[in-house]
Every structure is written in C-alpha cells, then in structure tokens.
C-alpha cells in the first residue's frame, strides 16, 4: 500500500490445532495453508441462496451507481473529469490523483521497465559482475531525466544517512533515524524547506516525496539486517528460519533500494529476500516461469483496461467530492458508492503490483503477489495479510517480532501490533482523520488474536463441540459479518476521510434504523458465506 501523503497523492473450527497468536501480524505467502480454516460444508440449497444474494446485491449495486452518475454528471465539477477514450464516447472520472499520475507516465515507465530488463538479461549473461552495477545505474540516469540531478542526489543521500547509520550497529539510531527523516517529510513546513531546493514543479516534488517514503522502508529493512548480522546478541528474536545476508556495502544498499520495478510503488521486499534471490546463480528462464509472467502480463493489461473502463462509467469518486448531491442521493446509492470506492482502490494496486512483479520475474525476483479481492476479506488479519503482502511482512519482521511476538506473552504482542500500526499510520502522512483507520484495524487484529486465545479455552472447545460444523460456521460468520463492516468502515475512512463516512454511518446506520442495519448486516452475513465458501474450495491458497 502507497503512502498516503497529501490530498494530491496518495492507502475456525473446533478441528483447528492452534489459534493465531494475539494481535500477530501474518505472514507471507508462503505461510498461507498455515492460517487455512477448514469450514465445514453447507447445503447446496443454503450456500446458493447466499451466492445469489450477494452477487445479486453487487449487480444492482453497481447499477444504482451508474444511474446516479449519468443522472448527475452535469452537477458535478468539470474538473474531477477528463474527455474519456473516443470508442466510449463518455467523461472519465480522474479524481483518484495516484492512478491518474502513474497512469499519465506509464508509456514512459513501461519503456524503461522494457529497457532495464533487456539490459539485465544481456549483462547478466556476458557480465555479470556488473549486473549490480548496472541496475541502480539505470534507475539513478532514468531519475536524473524525470526529476532532475538534484532531487536523484536527495533520495541518494538519504540512502548514505542510512548507510552511516548502519555502521554504528545500533538498532536504536537506525529507528531514530528513520522517525527524524519521516518527521521532515511528513512536517509540510520542514518538507517544503527541503523541497525548495531540489525543484519548483511540485508534480516532480511529489515524485520525490512518494519515492523517498518508499525508500524508508527499504533502509530499514538493509540497517536491521545489517545491524542483526554484525551484533551477536542483539537484543531481538528473529525467525529460526533467518539467515543473515553476507554483504552490506553501499552499493548493496543502492542496488537493493533503486532496482526499478520495485522502485517507486513496491511491493516492498525484505533486504534478506532480494539480496539472497538477486544473487542466485543466472540461469534462463524456463517455460513455465516464461508462461506465468505472460499471464501476469495479459491479466495486468485485462486490469488496467477494466479500471479505465470503470472510471468511465463509475463515478464514485465524483460523486463523494461533491457533498450537496451526494447527501442527496439514496442510502442504496450511497452504500454502492462507498463499495465502488474499495474496488478502485484494490484494482489499481493489482495493476500496479502485477506489472513490477513480472518485471522483476524476468530477474528471477520473487516479489510479493498481488492484492486479494477485498470482497473475499471479512477478518482485519486477513486484510494485512493478503492486500499489502510485502508491508505485511516488512512490519511483522522489523517491529512485531524484535517487540516479542507470540513468544513473549500477550503484552508484548499487543504493543509489537500497536507499534506496527503507529508507524504505517505516520509513514501514510499521521493525518488525525486516518486515526479512525490505525485504531480500528490495530483494534481489530488484537481482538481477533484474543478471539482465537479465547476459542483454546476448553470451556468454549467443549461448547464448540455440540455444535455441529455448519452450525459452527453459521456462528463464525455471523461475528464475521460484524468484523467485515467495521472493516470496509475504517478502511473508507483511508480512502475518503472522516466527514464522508460519517455520514454514510449517520444516514444508513442511524436514520436508517432497524432496516438498514438489518439489510446491511444480511448482505455482509451473505458475502461472509460466500467467502468461507470460496475459501473452502481454494483451501486457502490465495
């Protein structure tokens, strides 16, 4: 998930062996059948019914939101839109700044995401002792042509800060580090002065901004590896799996954090990943790897194409930003446009991670994978664990676990997850409306883990057990159902602010008592279903 910086910018069953740890940040894809809850099984009839509803719903979702944004295309500002392709003939919605931005540049991003991976594969094969050379190179000249030498030189010497700071081998200085270059980022006062010298476009300024908070991470992640690797005893519990990488150079630091495809929008990888699979013997790519990053290149343009389309037909983005018409629109209306909200969001973030994943394939980089559906997620774990992979891992390996983790009993889990989520909140611009996103979903992980604590218990075991297991899953997704609205609820407030969301919870939750709430919570029950479904028959590989 991109930092969300400025306005402009850019966010069981009683058969289960053991519960997740409380407030435990999960972790990759590679420990999915890990946290699979096997559901037990629905009658066809029941399970059905509840498909039906739910996709039923959505359809007529989406056409509520189309008739509202013909019917009120006129009272909206022309300037949330732009002239829409030719063949549709329609206005397109280009309120969202962040797709709008990459969108604009992505002839120029694609033609030198082509020509880094052609370059690499050539030099790998005839040089490679210079592929770690080469790779930042590249990035470093193709910046200097899109935001000039002197903001290049700032993102650099940021990374040399960092470079110093791991020298000393003190876990401490790197994070006072990283909170004192955050503070002048996220400080508009402190970013402008900085900010005045390297160029006076703020479209290019704001390049630089984005980038260098997605170089944070990446810093942090080399200096605490570095830092874990020279100090025996460093005073933090890591995977038994850990294997420290052998090299920490500067260049090691440049070529990990400018290597382009993971360069500007992530996913993050860890610098003990990247390093270990950059260094990999070279060897061709085989067929089937060949046959995936094809598909991953068809099902990137099949994305970009249905978004576009969307915003042409869609818009809720639009609609939200002009309150009188908005507050004047139906409670059906509004709730479509709250939903269509999310779906942008998790589809722009598909296009976006499928197209540097399969660039960085051609390098035998094995990147975090894509966002799941947000409508297949009712559990705030869940959410952590399966839309931003790679931020996910990135705050359970560097803050969650060195806190304690799940090994050092339930009050140190909760404060390694609540000091996980204050610093997504600040690295996302610590705005106080986006508190009712970092508290909610800080709240809901915890109480998930506690939930999972409480479900060992063999008082609730030996409960669980006179149920049956369709009847365990009724339960379980009627918690869920509650869990999803909270959910969908604090992540609109991400995406549109506070005043909006509060008054869809005003209009639809409040004025709309007993029967909006009621209706909403038997769609959410539906989609929960639904869900657990799904996810039975995927086994949970996601």
């Known amino acids: 998930m991109a930092p969300k910086t400025t306005v402009k910018q850019r966010k069981s069953t009683a058969c289960t062996k053991k519960s997740a740890p409380v407030g435990e940040l999960n972790d990759s894809k590679h420990s999915t059948m890990k946290h699979f809850i096997p559901h037990g099984a629905l009658p066809l009839p029941e399970i059905t019914l509840y498909c039906t509803v739910w996709m039923s719903m959505m359809v007529y979702l989406v056409y509520v939101v189309i008739e509202a944004s013909n019917e009120y295309k006129d009272h909206l500002w022309p300037g949330d839109f732009s ?30 995401y082509c020509l880094h991976s052609t370059g690499g594969l050539v030099i790998s094969h005839y040089l490679p002792m210079a592929r770690r050379w080469y790779y930042p190179a590249f990035t470093v000249a193709f910046l200097v042509l899109l935001v000039g030498i002197k903001s290049v030189l700032y993102v650099v010497a940021v990374c040399t800060i960092f470079y110093l700071t791991s020298k000393t081998q003190s876990v401490s200085l790197v994070w006072t580090t990283v909170l004192g270059i955050l503070a002048t980022l996220q400080f508009e006062t402190a970013r402008n002065f900085q900010f005045q010298f390297l160029s006076s476009n703020p479209d290019k300024n704001e390049i630089v901004l984005f980038v260098t908070l997605m170089s944070l991470l990446r810093c942090v992640s080399f200096c605490l590896e570095c830092c874990w690797h020279r100090q025996d005893g460093a005073g933090v519990t890591r995977d038994k799996t850990d294997k420290p990488s052998p090299s920490f150079t500067l260049l090691d630091l440049l070529l990990y954090n400018f290597y382009l495809p993971l360069f500007a929008n992530g996913p993050v990888m860890t610098y003990k990943d990247f390093h270990t699979q950059f260094h990999q013997p070279v060897q061709l790519l085989t067929k089937p790897e060949l046959l995936t990053i094809l598909w991953d290149a068809i099902r990137t343009l099949w994305w970009y194409i249905f978004l576009e389309v969307y915003l042409h037909y869609m818009y809720s983005a639009a609609l939200v930003r002009e309150a009188p018409v908005f507050k004047g629109l139906s409670a ?127 008082e609730v075991k030996a409960r669980e057990a006179s149920l049956s297991e369709s009847n365990r899953r009724r339960v379980r997704a009627l918690f869920g159902s509650v869990t999803l609205c909270c959910l969908i609820l604090s992540n609109l407030v991400f995406l549109q602010g506070s005043e909006p969301v509060w008054y869809y919870i005003t209009r639809v939750y409040w004025q709309g008592f007993p029967v909006c709430p009621l209706v909403s919570l038997c769609a959410f029950y539906c989609c929960v279903q639904t869900n657990m479904e799904l996810n039975r028959y995927k086994r949970g590989k996601w």
């Open 332 to 458: 059906w209306t509004i709730t479509g446009i709250m939903y269509s909200q999310l779906n942008i969001f998790l589809t722009k973030y598909v296009v976006l991670y499928l197209l540097s994943g399969l660039f960085a394939r051609l390098d035998h980089l094995d990147p975090p994978g894509a966002p799941r559906c947000v409508s297949t997620l009712y559990l705030f774990g869940d959410m952590w664990r399966y839309f931003d992979r790679g931020l996910n891992v990135w705050m359970k390996r560097y803050i969650y676990i060195p806190m304690g983790g799940s090994r050092k009993g339930i009050p140190r889990q909760i404060t390694g997850s609540f000091l996980a989520f204050t610093f997504v909140w600040a690295w996302h611009g610590g705005q106080v409306d986006n508190l009712w996103w970092f508290i909610p979903n800080c709240l809901g992980v915890v109480i998930e883990g506690l939930a999972g604590v409480v479900s060992d218990l063999p």
């Open 83 to 112: 002239k829409g392709w030719k063949f549709i003939g329609r206005d397109k919605d280009i309120c969202d700044a962040e797709w709008e931005f990459w969108s604009n540049l992505k002839l120029e991003m694609i033609l030198a």
